[in-house]
C-alpha cells in the first residue's frame, strides 16, 4: 500500500528535485538527484532520469512506497 501525500505547490511547477526535497522524501538535493539518476523515481507512471524535470499541478511522483500528487496552491 502506497502512502498518498498531496503537495501544494505555489507557482505554475516544481523542479522534481526540489519536489523530493520539499516533500521530505530525501535529506537534500543531492540525494534526489541520485535516485531521479538511478531511474528510482516515476513520473506519471513513466520512470524519469530528468533532476530538474518540470512537475505541475495533476502530476503524480512515485518514490518507493509513497506517491506525491501535486496541486497548485489555491489563492
Known amino acids: 500500500m502506497k502512502e498518498k501525500i498531496e503537495i501544494n505547490i505555489k507557482g505554475e511547477y516544481i523542479e522534481l528535485f526540489k519536489l523530493l526535497k520539499f516533500a521530505g522524501l530525501v535529506n537534500d538535493g543531492s540525494e534526489a538527484k541520485m535516485l531521479i539518476e ?38
Do not use: A
Request: a positive charge; proline letters at 0%.
Open 38 to 75: 538511478n531511474g528510482e523515481v516515476l513520473y506519471n507512471s513513466e520512470i524519469e532520469t530528468r533532476k530538474r524535470k518540470k512537475v505541475y499541478s495533476g502530476d503524480v511522483v512515485i518514490l518507493e512506497n509513497t506517491l506525491l500528487y501535486v496541486k497548485k496552491e489555491e489563492k
